[in-house]
């Protein structure tokens, strides 16, 4: 049996801040704000994992009172997620992702963040989807206020 998982998420900017997006620090002169590195792309594939074996969210997994997860990585909460997929007996089989935002260039880091998505998941690269666009400059996405994401897991299961 195959099932599906949706995640998706938003951070808005922050002054002192790093952007970090699929585990790349990218300069681009401010961050996403967040308890965590406030990696809005990692952030909605782990929610992808854990809806598709039905799991809550991440901020029931990862809740931003926990002092132990502050400034964490969000590639470790990824692998956690991954390895709740695993424990559930669940195969992951892709995911693929879409990040919204007017800037930077996305483009010249997609291949180190897919390489670091592809070893947090245990997966072969060419599953690891990563695409980029911009919000048409409509709404806050448009106005740089922030950025989102959204992610979809296949995940085999048993039954
Ligand atoms: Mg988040």
């Known amino acids: ?67 132990t997860i502050r400034g964490i990585n969000s590639l470790e909460i990824v692998r956690k997620a991954a390895n709740l997929v695993t424990a559930a007996g669940g195969k992951l089989i892709n995911i693929d992702s879409c990040l919204i935002a007017e800037a930077p260039k996305i483009g010249p880091h997609i291949a180190t963040m897919k390489a670091n998505l592809a070893r947090v998941l245990g997966l072969d690269e060419r599953r690891v989807g990563i695409k980029a666009t911009t919000n048409e400059r409509m709404g806050f996405l448009g106005r740089g206020e922030g950025m989102a994401a959204t992610a979809v897991a296949s995940v085999e299961m048993p039954g």
């Open 1 to 67: 049996m195959f099932r599906s998982g949706i995640g998706y998420d938003a951070h808005r900017f922050g002054e002192g801040r790093k952007l970090v997006l699929g585990g790349v620090e990218i300069p681009h002169g401010r961050g996403l704000e967040g308890h965590s590195d406030a990696d809005v792309l990692t952030h909605a594939m782990a929610d992808a994992l854990l809806g598709a074996i039905g799991e809550r969210d991440i901020g029931h997994h990862f809740p931003n009172n926990d002092p």
